[in-house]
């Protein structure tokens, strides 16, 4: 191309070339448009009328000094987020938060994982056992919660009754603290370790069995071949799972709330949000900057896993 | 156009879609000035003519909804132009609390009449929610004079009238007959604390309960009967707005609660509900809401006492709190819905159907000239509760009038009573803790 512009004529080539125009949209490409519009608007506007618009108006709530249920308010800039900070509350509701979220993202993986590795074996009932497995999942948290308070119950819980027979006393599950949240986090998990498990066997069916065949000619034996093989393969699952377990468990609300109105050892990040605002202080302005506080955790936590853990993932 | 929503972009919306959802949405505030209290101005009914129709929002105290549904029909039939929608606005005080709140926020779909616990009233005459009834009962001719003294003094404050009683109680001693007359012991609930260490020991040793006694559940207002302890050991959470709960007498109190769980071994915790408990014969006695007579009567399968509560070594009668809800009127409704709410408010609280609604609950009757003889002729129960009523004592400021104070006072019992924890230090961190909340979110609503 170059070598044809400087063959040409010099007049040719000293011509002020015409001002490129932007390309038309063809028919084509305008109907596409409207029919992308026609298909996304109506999410986009609930999106942002229901997601982003309170998510605006919660960053400005954040700012005031407001009683819920007072028709006005203070400005009082920073200072919900100085209290939070400097409360001795702010280190006991990240710490549980902490742990909660740790302890049943990791339960609720390591777990999955292992009755994946059981129901991905070929005996009879592993249908059964799926299905059993991934119910809890779907069913309500205010039932599971319900019904779990009772085998938890320290004075006629099913739980209680075996520890007597067994000649033991029931700890105090719903009353001492430090259990309340053992006794969250154990339900927490095994509700949603079925989701885990059913996502980690699509990822183990869908390993390339020549690969691992293969290992096995080589002589690598079972366990080799779990930890050399199939977990560095299943790491797009993993991460995926990583992701979406941390932010359901960030958000944990419905167990907690049943089972632990008063959040008494249970107050993650969310549920002191809602004890703010809803439960009896009506905090209003003091509980939006909790929530900011927990949506700027969970943006840190998301760009933290896409920019370096998504590095270390095998996609092939 | 095209858009490329790969793996990587579609996750970092989810991120940033998940947290903005927990996020909560409703109408926002105006930053013009300070909260004003509820104007306590007489409002002038004349003229008005009553709303065809109005909400009442109820948590149906003691299980009323059966009695509600059925007060309401005779309503219907005694003023058809007026329609009362009963709605379940929430399972207790603090859900049906929530809800109004909330609606004042969203500032739409409020109710004529709401339920409001003995905590909630005063928030929502600090944040003017509800209207004084001054100028209804005028209009209407309620006789605010035959509702019980005591009762329809606890929504006073100045000089207005904020609400009426509605399902008051106070809390009973209840005991199980059986085990008593089984350990030796008379018919009757103990006069003091003392006397029931005395008994505890016999009662454990034959009743084969697990608990001599079980403390009501620490998230089922644990303040409200620690009221019974503190007051009995000369001690209280507070004394007007002077925060004292880690007097000497306090301390005291709650210590000796916390001996009689970890180092005499008769008393316990209730999880849930101390009620059910006592009903299930988890525990020989127990003290629950005069709300819970009925259904304990009902479930249990023993013989079920109940009498006063017990004093203390210091105070050993008037040792009692009120308790319960109240109806009261939102301010933020038109003058034809407050008229038809009146309507309706003073036709709940009429005599015969305080008594109906006591024989249906176990609630005392608010009215003093409220026929009981054939509520207590079939639950003759019922009549100690009334009688306690006369040394029943006005609860701590600390307890009804702070927001969220209920709470910390159930948390610091649960560090005492469930986690052995140092009485002295919890009592002074309680303490901090609620002159916080007066300082805060209070003391700038009173007037000076």
Known sequence: ?316 | MGMNLDRRHFLGLAGAGAGAAALAACGGPSTGGTTPASEAAEIDFSGVKPAASIDFWTSHPGKSQDVEKSIIAKFHAKFPEIKVNLVTAGANYEEIAQKFQTSQAAKEALPGVVVLSDVWWFRYFTNGNIIPLDGLVKQLDIKVDDFQKSLVADYQYDDKQWALPYGRSTPLFYYNKDHFKAAGLPDRAPKTWQEFAEWAPKLKASSGAQYAYIYPALAGYAGWTLQNNLWGWGGSWSNEWTINCDSAESVEALQWAQDSIYKDGWAGVSSKEAADDFAAGITSSTISSTGSLLGVLKSAKFNVGVGFLPGGPKVESGVCPTGGAGLGIPSGVSKEVQLAAGTFLKFMTEPENTAEFSAATGYMPTRVSADMTSVLAKTPQIKTAMDQLAATKVQDNARVFLPGADQEMAKAAAKILTQQGDVKATMTALKSTLEGIYTKDVKPKLKS
């Open chain 1, 1 to 316: 191309m170059t070598r044809q512009l400087t063959d040409r004529p010099p007049a040719v080539v000293e011509a002020v070339p015409a001002p490129r125009r932007r390309p038309k949209w063809s028919s084509r490409t305008r109907r596409d448009f409207f029919v992308f519009l026609a298909l996304a608007l109506p999410n986009l506007v609930l999106i942002g009328v229901f997601t982003y618009l309170p998510l605006i108006n919660n960053i400005y709530y954040s700012t005031l000094d407001w009683t819920l249920g007072s028709a006005s308010a203070t400005v009082v800039g920073l200072d919900n987020y100085v209290t939070f900070f400097t409360s001795a509350d702010a280190a006991k509701v990240l710490g549980t938060t902490a742990v909660f979220t740790l302890v049943t993202v990791g339960g609720s993986m390591v777990l999955g994982l292992l009755i994946a590795l059981a129901l991905n074996s070929k005996v009879r009932g592993t249908t059964f056992a799926r299905s059993a497995v991934f119910a809890p999942y779907v069913l309500s948290g205010v039932g599971v919660g319900l019904v779990w308070l009772f085998i938890f119950d320290p004075g006629y819980g099913v739980l209680a009754w075996v520890l007597r027979g067994l000649g033991q006393q029931s700890p105090q599950w719903i009353n001492d603290p430090q259990l309340s949240l053992v006794m969250v986090i154990i339900v927490y998990v095994w509700k949603n370790l079925g989701y885990c498990a059913v996502v980690y066997l699509a990822g183990l069916q869908s390993l390339p069995q020549d690969v691992m065949e293969a290992a096995s000619l080589d002589g690598a034996n079972g366990f080799r071949r779990f930890l050399s093989m199939s977990v560095p393969l299943l790491s797009p699952t993993t991460f995926f799972l990583l992701i979406t377990t941390m932010l359901s468990s960030l958000q944990a609300f419905d167990l907690i709330r049943i089972m632990t109105p008063l959040g008494n050892g249970t107050s993650t990040l969310i549920y002191e949000a809602y004890l703010q605002a809803f439960g009896a202080f009506n905090r209003a302005g003091y509980s939006a900057s909790i929530s900011v506080v927990l949506f700027a955790i969970l943006l840190i936590i998301t760009v933290l896993q896409l920019r370096f853990v998504e590095r270390k993932v095998h996609y092939s």
